[in-house]
């Protein structure tokens, strides 16, 4: 007689098994620690380029530039480490993993959340280490504890959302430049947005897309957030693209996978 597992049994299987897949993930970060090290990099070299060379040229009507950039920072800290989502997926397409493990009795989608896991991980920890060079620089915020903890779930909801985004050329690229290559779109899009400078300084046109794009909503919305100001429906806005986004990309990253395995 078939033995039927009830919802409990099964709940507790896929946990288990994804604990021990984030496990094997972010031993590989933690082997290479180079990854989080490059990606806060480029960003902090960023926020100094601007802060101290271009940051009193710069018409943001606030006395403190660096306030106004961390936003803009942040998401492309985000954007540059989700590329190492899509490296390591495809690392282990091509080395044929993702067959083994398929071979296994284990949950099938646990070895993509061990991958969206550890992107989240490792993500958190650059945008710590990103925050802690922003205080050195003079960031300064009047933000309470309930204000802190909605831009953390914002920078979460982004990053969970990119990361799936990821998935897709981890799973369907055909070189590893292809598998990292999408990211480079994503890390520009905060400069055509109110990252940098005001939207209103900006062309028409180039300004019509700013303002309608998700980085500028997100960026708006944290940039309230630190300073301990009113939010406006900017941040429903940036949530529903969070949403959105993640809702779209995981649908298309499973059915990626179901046809790769």
Excluded at 38 to 50: E, G, H, N, R, Y
Excluded at 54 to 78: E, H, K
């Amino acid at each position: 007689m078939q033995t039927v597992q009830k919802p409990e049994a099964i709940q507790h299987h896929f946990f288990s098994d994804m604990s021990v897949m984030l496990g094997r993930s972010m031993r590989h970060i933690f082997r290479s620690m180079d990854t989080i090290f490059t990606v806060t990099i480029t960003p902090i070299a960023m926020m100094l380029l601007f802060v101290y060379v271009f940051g009193g040229a710069i018409q943001t009507g606030t006395d403190n530039y660096v306030n106004y950039l961390v936003p803009g920072i942040l998401l492309i800290s985000i954007a540059s480490g989700i590329a190492y989502t899509a490296y390591r997926l495809f690392t282990d397409v091509q080395k044929g993993i993702i067959e083994r493990f398929r071979s296994m009795p284990i949950a099938p989608s646990t070895l993509l959340w061990g991958h969206v896991l550890t992107s989240m991980v490792s993500n958190g920890l650059s945008l710590i280490v990103i925050m802690l060079v922003a205080l050195l620089m003079g960031f300064r915020s009047s933000a309470s504890i309930l204000s802190w903890l909605a831009v953390a779930g914002i920078l979460a909801l982004f990053t969970l959302a990119l990361t799936w985004v990821a998935v897709i050329p981890g799973l369907t690229a055909k070189s590893i430049d292809g598998a990292s290559a999408f990211s480079y779109p994503l890390i520009f899009l905060p400069f055509i947005s109110s990252a940098f400078v005001p939207t209103t300084s900006m062309p028409f046109i180039v300004r019509v897309f700013a303002e309608n794009q998700p980085v500028t909503a997100i960026v708006d919305s944290i940039r309230a957030l630190l300073a301990g100001q009113p939010v406006s429906n900017s941040i429903w806005v940036a949530l529903a693209w969070c949403v959105g986004i993640l809702v779209v990309a995981y649908i298309f990253a499973m059915r990626a996978y179901r046809k790769r395995a």
